[in-house]
Nanobody, 125 residues
Framework: VQLQASGGGLVQPGGSLRLSCAASGFTLDHYAIGWFRQAPGKEREGVSC????????YYTDSVKGRFTISRDNAKNTVYLQMNSLKPKDTAVYYC???????????????????WGQGTQVTVSS
């Protein structure tokens, strides 16, 4: 069971990036996947998560209207499209398996133990 995160980079404020989280060793169909981020000196934060089977999503307030989480079941991959990026979005981003029920009820992203490696997102001019 493996999650592989990719797509980070350096972007100017107002720019966009798309992160990918590819799963191997299992199919995502019955899972929920979330994106988390951690900036230096700050606690890890749940950014967005999605229930794969029904597409229900959750976003933390600071990214609503700017980030979009989606899934491609055929590619066994979850994406995080990040638009209108701000310097405060700078962090290492991780994907992880999360509790499906919490996503469905809009309670947030609660990790269940499978993590991908981080991908650095830097928003700077």
């Amino acid at each position: 069971v493996q999650l592989q995160a990719s797509g980070g980079g350096l972007v100017q404020p107002g720019g966009s990036l798309r992160l990918s989280c590819a799963a191997s060793g299992f199919t995502l169909d019955h899972y929920a996947i979330g994106w988390f981020r951690q900036a230096p000196g700050k606690e890890r934060e749940g950014v967005s998560c999605i229930s794969i089977s029904d597409g229900r999503t959750y976003y933390t307030d600071s990214v609503k209207g700017r980030f979009t989480i989606s899934r491609d079941n055929a590619k066994n991959t979850v994406y995080l499209q990040m638009n209108s990026l701000k310097p405060k979005d700078t962090a290492v981003y991780y994907c992880a398996s999360v509790r499906k029920q919490r996503v469905i009820y809009g309670s947030g992203c609660s990790p269940t133990g499978y993590w991908g490696q981080g991908t650095q997102v830097t928003v700077s001019s």
